[in-house]
DNA sequence: CTGAAAGCGCTAACAT
DNA sequence: ATGTTAGCGCTTTCAG
């Protein structure tokens, strides 16, 4: 017998062991539903066990089986639509597959979302899943990762260029900013700009290249002071606002490359006393719950934020099933466009001579 | 030797100490720093990790020292500005001090939370931080875990009555409610309605409470037909709206018990074709980080929502280094009155003879 | 200062 | 069908 000196009441297999007068092995069986037990025994230990209000140690199990049953999650921030979906997405897809989550936050913060990844390599979880933050240039980690042969996924945003080995799952970045930037040109928009985003992340790089490409598909200049690249986050939306307004270059239009982004411009625009979207108009890569009530409605390329955790929850799992394979899977998810009171042409003066387009 | 057949790449203590030629043991007292070790060791110790990327084994360290250096927390929600913020503010505490933070999401449901709680168990988690779902009934669960003796704490949410033995950290509902309503009426609003919330949960009682301590006191009635309690979420303030509105009873305010209610009455009134604040006003519990954008921009009664994080982390790590004590603590955090265009009296009509009161 | 021994609670392999 | 043996990788005595 060991198990004297408990430090505390949790229950363990010797205990249920013991009373039912078995060895722990049979109970661990009994417990796991393992066919060897005859229908009595598992009966009696299962009762017992729900008696004593036993619950199996995670963390023996887990060192025993050499497997934890766990995702590690990485994501930059928390407290935004975006994130929260995803989050929950993984969230439950995990759930229902038997996994837990194991979440961390880098806060946008490269050196963090570092240690994070060695937390969770040291947890010995079964596969990560990780949105980069808008800071993460240093790929070593991810070579250390993959040479120890922990699965590990991207999920929306990965470096630009990725790191290779890993499987991704995302959003049609650069259609998704194409089709939004043509329907705002087929209205009548010129004067474009496209904010935020640093382009060593894949989605900053895809996003302003749809934006590029609606404008140069429609013979448009893409204008040096308008493409303002920078964060995914409300400061870079709000900043831009303020420099642009101070420089007296106020663009027609507004392409946020993020929700946050279009934020900090309402909040700019709201300060400078601007009008939405008579003085400037905002379009945006992105959804939230909010952007129906915000005022004017916000139109946006609408991500299926919580299918990216799910799916990348599925690809994971198929990785997780295949430990052999060493292929890389990519999935990469549509984007629609909903257009609300943002973006509507009514602020493209016709007079100019740019006229109202075709509509949609 | 062990360790033959290893199952990945990762280090473990025997691989460094088989290097340095040492034993397991002094490379595990030489990697935590123990003062054994004399500085030739342990520099050399340290330098091999470095170099073969050695990373602890959390799980096997976890299990021999029977803590585990986890804070398992249960929300209701995550893609919600007021959770978001405190599970930032638990995750930085707990970060900082060393704490690894093991989420978990109940999505409201209370069989799920109980899983969640079970899971954490078996995890063994040194501790639980818990805000529980609306429909929290059943207390058992607490009280085996009581019996356990695993420390619990909850923060904001929480069961009405509390099952005894655990401490918690929550805001000043009762008073914040009580503050905003009070200012509302001495501005002129007499018809005010009190939407969401459910008895059982603290918070639902606690905002009812101050809401019909501030009618009383002023020495208005609390109709029955405008205090509609329920959830938390969206879909009781949009619901609330279209009953009131289909039985031609709505209320000069409404006072929405979280922020999330709050947005459903902007989308019912949207819907509807009412307008904030002229066909009805409304003033909320809980603020978020667009309530200053939507229009018109939300008063509300301001929740440290992040602070409410990081003291909750402060009390468990409290509890946590006086495992005898069994006294309960209970920190109550103060809410903020924030009045933007919102509940600013400017569609209360003087001609009734109600008048604009004094102001603040 | 260093290391041998024991064990955390569980599972997998191999008897019986 | 049940039990025995041998770890998983680490930490904690306790003896050198």
Known sequence: MKNTRRINTLATLDDIAQRVKVSRVTVSKALRGHPDISDKTARMVRKVAEEIGYRPNIIARSLSARRSNMIGLVVPKIAHFFFGSVIEGI??????????????????????????????????????????????????????IRKLGVPLLFVDRRPSPPPEGFSSVFVDDKAGAFRAI??????????????????????????????????????????????ISGGFSKET???????????????????????????????????????????????????????????????CVRQPSYELGTKGVEVMLNILAHPESTQEQHLILPADLIVRETCTGKNVITATGRGKGTGQ
């Open 237 to 299: 939306g709000y900043d831009a606002v303020l420099k642009l307004h101070g420089e007296r270059q106020l663009p027609e239009l507004i392409f946020a490359m993020t929700y946050p982004v279009a934020l900090g411009v309402y909040e700019a625009a709201k300060e400078l006393g601007l009008k939405i979207p008579q003085d400037v108009d905002v379009i945006c890569f992105g959804d939230s719950d909010v952007s129906r009530v915000i005022s004017p409605a916000l139109s």
């Open 91 to 144: 969230y439950n897809a995990a759930f229902s597959n038997n996994y837990e989550t194991i979440l961390t936050v880098s806060q946008e913060n490269p050196e963090r979302e570092r240690k994070h990844l060695q937390t969770l390599v040291s947890m010995r979880v079964d596969g990560i899943i990780i949105s980069v933050s808008q800071g993460t240039r240093d790929l070593e980690i991810f070579h250390w």
């Open 182 to 227: 043509e329907h705002a040109i087929s209205i009548g928009y010129r004067k474009i700009a496209c904010i935020g985003g640093d382009t060593r992340i894949n989605i900053g790089k895809e996003r302003t290249a749809g934006f590029e490409a609606a404008m140069k598909a429609h013979g448009l200049p893409v204008e040096k002071r308008w493409v």
